[in-house]
């Protein structure tokens, strides 16, 4: 099905999402925001996708939430259409890993976006910011407390209340992107990345997914309980045996996801 505000494609076992509203540096508005749900529950439907790739331009990842939309509305109108709520949080439900490969900007909501994801990649040109505060508004959809967690206090403090950009070997330096790489080479990395983790066992890379993210959610002992139960799950998976079975027949493994 064709998209209005992005493109979506199938390479092998990946699904590749481009933001794609040139002509206003993949601002978030309404259409891209519910294009893209729709383009992630496609992906997450189709149980030959093993990972997600979530892209932009060369350009801009995103440049925010659109302004132009928002500055129609009052704070009725966004409490009783649910903003962000509604239809901006379906990349940070995913179950499949999604992997955000950022150049140009990713300002505000863009930024969000991408912190949504499970890994961001960075091309050598990618810019970082949470610029809200510059048009008296803050950060809507998780940048406070995301950005927070992955950078820590000071930093993310710094950024929401000045606004200032963070480019992309200071986001590798803290811990914001998992590595930064050429902008040529930016798309076929995170495909290889993502090509990787889907040639592993679905479900296994779900639960190990699942276990991260609760690093979030808990205390060390209860995260680490969690882990240990979900260790314990993948013992009763078919994939588990194969793995095992494989590295002591010396022979690659073959995955059927179950
Ligand atoms: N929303 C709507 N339109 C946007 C936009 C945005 N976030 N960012 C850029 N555009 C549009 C511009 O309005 C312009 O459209 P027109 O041609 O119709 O005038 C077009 O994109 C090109 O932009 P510029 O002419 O400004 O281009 P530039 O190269 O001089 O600057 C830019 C580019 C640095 C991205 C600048 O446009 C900019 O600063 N944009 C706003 C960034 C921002 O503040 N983002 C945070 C939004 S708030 C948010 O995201 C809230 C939240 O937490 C959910």
Redesign the pocket.
């Known amino acids: 099905m064709p998209y209005e505000t992005l493109i979506l494609e199938k390479q092998e076992n990946v699904g590749l999402v481009r933001l794609n509203r040139p002509?206003?540096?993949n601002?978030?508005?309404d259409q891209l925001m519910n294009d893209l749900t729709a383009a992630l529950d496609d992906l997450e439907r189709d149980d030959n996708i093993g990972a997600i790739v979530l892209i932009g331009s060369e350009?801009?990842f995103?440049?925010?939430?659109?302004?132009?939309?928002?500055r129609e509305w009052d704070m009725l109108d966004v409490f009783k259409q649910q903003?962000?709520t509604a239809n901006?949080e379906r990349a940070s439900r995913c179950r499949k890993p999604v992997i955000a490969a950022v150049s140009g900007?990713a300002?505000?909501?863009?930024?969000?976006l991408a912190m949504m994801c499970d890994v961001i990649i960075a091309a050598d040109n990618a810019r970082f910011?949470?610029?809200?505060i510059?048009?008296a508004?803050?950060?809507?959809?998780?940048?406070t407390q995301r950005l927070t967690r992955a950078v820590g206090k000071s930093k993310a403090m710094e950024m929401i209340l000045s606004?200032r950009p963070m480019l992309a070997d200071e986001a590798e330096r803290c811990g914001l992107v998992s590595r930064m790489v050429a902008l040529a080479d930016l798309q076929r990395e995170a495909l290889a990345l993502a090509g990787k983790i889907a040639g592993f066992s679905q479900p296994v890379v779900a639960l190990a997914k699942e276990c991260v993210n609760r690093a979030f959610e808990s205390s060390l002992n209860e995260g680490i309980l969690y882990e240990r139960r979900m260790a314990y799950v993948t013992f009763g998976t078919e994939d588990q045996s194969e793995g095992l079975a494989a590295f002591v027949e010396k022979r690659a493994p073959q995955f059927k996801h179950r």
């Open positions: 002509e206003a540096y601002a978030l508005n350009k801009a995103a440049a925010g939430a659109d302004i132009k939309m928002m903003f962000i901006w900007l300002l505000g909501g863009g930024c969000e910011a949470l610029p809200e510059t048009l508004t803050i950060p809507g959809a998780g940048g606004g």
